[in-house]
């Protein structure tokens, strides 16, 4: 069976466990399953297994049990048509290699090539797009290792955007990538979303999940919980995945009065705030763009107090 | 000057060490760039059981060189599967292993096996036939690297991308192999077991003092090894000495040159480098 372009897009995991030579088992059971043009955060502790998700996605790791599909199909098919692009968390490259940023970008357009691998002009195209989105454009001379630890990471994202993949798997890719970069990737990814791509980013910055995942998959060594975000981003949930380990302020035990009304400023240096509401629900920053979350949740509100009073 | 084209030995001496030079020069690159340079050198004495036997049953030399190669090849990537006992050391053991059963062979054999051409080379003396094989092997590798070089040059570089790629990683791996044997082989006859490693590893090492390109790395390491094995022939001619120890000789010199003058990664690039620095920053001199 082969992934066909006009089946939809999903890329679902069911009851992968893996298993590290040395016996320790870091991930067991972990069952999801994600349909196309979504970007879906996998959030997780150190140590939870979120690379080794993506590894064993890759097919890295071999599982020692379960299986992995993109469209229905295994993810080896997809990677021969060069479907999947990865951005692992650290590049596990020779440095001191004699390319340069422009030729490391090109080796995302291999499975576009014939078999001699000779860039054509949508090649060349989609590679200087992808440098320019990433702000690399007047380095795409370097050599590889010529260049700051954060560049270095911004030329892997690069490829994989170059890649042009249905399926794009991102291992913490803002990690040591600075705000404005960031912000440039995060509206790529978006577009990339709306044309039906199938996003799966790695972080730790809580804060900005809520902004542009629709979906999340919460993971500790299995998957906790898996499904939109307004749905799974909750107290309750993020409690089990990190336990005690995210630091909160909790507006009924501090000093903030019902005569301060909803005015309270959240400040934090560099990384989004995440908000929790009443019951640990998700709340966003900008009310208008989720008027019908709001609606449903007055009309929940109601419904509640109705039967309280019975 | 002209004297060494009128002989005919000399003539086939001269192209056939230029065209081994060329082959050996082009997959220099990839064996630099790829940490292999042992892994040539333990081919190369291999090679040499392999070749005794070959001569010995009257066998074509490139068929018994070649066995004797992958054989140890196959050798070194099970015992290191099997033991924890780390990479160079299990490339020393087979190798040497494989290079002293070639030596007692010849031992034995005195009358048959000529250790010194086999462990010198000899391409003064080259038989018809040799150069036939010698011309076919490095056709193949030509062919090989032309069609192939850009995959080889992603496995080598990242090779979890090639495999996200779906290429074949495995087999790429053992393309790799496969062309350093058949060099390896190739090489043997012009400059000797000894020496063949310095021809897979000198030109492309000096090619990668010289520029920041891969491309231009295997095209520049081809060119050095072509040249330098004319030269050495040619010279070799003159000097009445070896011309494996000429050849290898120049291209030392040619590494020399690009160590000391080279314009991005030489002595004298790095200390211009810092004297412009000293003069933006005072307070950097020592
Ligand atoms: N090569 C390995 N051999 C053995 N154990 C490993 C190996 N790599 C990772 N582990 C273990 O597997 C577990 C999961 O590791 P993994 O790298 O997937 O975590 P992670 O969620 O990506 O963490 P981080 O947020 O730090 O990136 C960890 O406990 C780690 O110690
Ligand atoms: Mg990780």
């Known amino acids: ?310 | 000057m002209l004297q060494p084209f009128s002989y005919d030995y000399m003539l086939t001496a001269l192209w056939v060490s230029t065209l081994i030079g060329a082959v050996c020069g082009l997959l220099s690159g990839f064996i630099t760039l790829k940490g292999w340079s042992l892994m040539g050198d333990a081919l190369s004495h291999a090679v040499v059981p392999g070749v005794a036997l070959a001569y010995l049953a009257g066998l074509p030399f490139a068929l018994g060189a070649f066995t004797s190669g992958l054989l140890a090849a196959a050798a070194m990537s099970f015992v290191k599967l099997k033991t924890p006992v780390r990479e160079d050391a299990v490339i020393g053991v087979v190798f040497t292993a494989f290079f002293a059963c070639g030596i007692l062979l010849i031992s034995l054999f005195p009358a048959q096996l000529d250790l010194k051409s086999i462990i010198f080379g000899n391409i003064l003396a080259i038989a018809p036939g040799d150069v036939l094989q010698l011309v076919a092997i490095s056709a193949v590798c030509v062919a090989v690297l032309v069609l192939q070089w850009r995959d080889l040059l992603l496995f080598s570089f990242d090779p979890n991308q090639a495999r996200a790629l779906g290429l074949p990683v495995r087999r790429l791996h053992l393309t790799l192999l496969f062309l350093l044997s058949a060099t390896t082989v190739a090489a043997l006859q012009a400059v000797g077991a000894i020496l063949v490693v310095a021809m897979l590893i000198t030109p492309g090492a000096t090619a990668y003092l010289l520029t920041d390109r891969f491309g231009r790395m295997l095209l520049l390491g081809s060119a050095l090894g072509a040249i330098t094995a004319f030269a050495g022939a040619y010279a070799s001619y003159f000097l009445d000495g070896a011309t494996g120890g000429c050849i290898v000789v120049l291209q030392t010199a040619g590494f020399f040159l690009a160590f000391v003058f080279g314009p991005k990664h030489g002595l004298l690039a790095a200390r211009r480098a810092n004297r412009r620095l000293c003069l933006v920053r005072p307070s950097l001199e020592p």
């Open chain 1, 1 to 310: 069976m082969t992934p066909a372009s006009d089946r939809p897009l999903t890329l679902a995991a069911r009851g992968v466990s893996v298993t590290y030579p040395n016996g320790h088992i870091a991930l067991a059971d972990a069952t999801f399953a994600l349909p196309g043009g979504t970007i879906c955060a996998l959030v997780g502790v150190n140590g939870s297994g979120k690379s080794t998700l993506f590894k064993a996605l890759m097919g890295f790791l071999t599982p020692s049990a379960g299986t992995v599909t993109i469209s229905d199909a295994p993810v080896r098919e997809a990677q021969r048509r060069g479907w999947v692009a990865y951005v692992p968390q650290t590049e596990e490259v020779d440095w001191t290699f004699p390319v340069n940023v422009h030729d490391v970008v090109m080796m995302g357009r291999y499975g576009y090539m014939n078999f001699l691998r000779i860039p054509r002009a949508v090649d060349r195209e989609a590679v200087a797009d992808a440098l320019r989105r990433v702000g690399l454009w007047d380095l795409r001379d370097r050599q590889i290792g010529e260049l700051s630890g954060g560049q270095k990471k911004r030329v892997f994202v690069a490829r994989a955007l170059a890649q042009q993949g249905r399926v794009i798997l991102l291992d913490e890719p803002f990690t040591g990538v600075d705000v404005k970069t960031e912000e440039a990737i995060v509206t790529l990814l978006r577009e990339l979303r709306a044309e039906g791509r199938l996003i799966l980013v790695s972080t730790h910055n809580l804060g900005s999940v809520p902004e542009f995942c629709d979906h999340v998959v919460l993971i500790n060594r299995t998957v906790l919980a898996c499904g939109p975000t307004s749905e799974v981003f909750t107290a309750e949930n993020l409690q089990r995945a990190f336990g005690g380990a995210l630091r909160q302020f909790d507006l009924s035990r501090s000093t903030v009065e019902d005569h301060d009304g909803r005015q309270v400023t959240v400040l934090t240096d560099d990384e989004r705030p995440l908000v929790l509401g009443q019951g640990g629900h998700l709340e966003y920053r900008d009310r208008s763009a989720h008027e019908k979350l709001v609606a449903e949740r007055e009309a929940g509100k109601e419904l509640g107090r109705g039967k309280s009073s019975e």
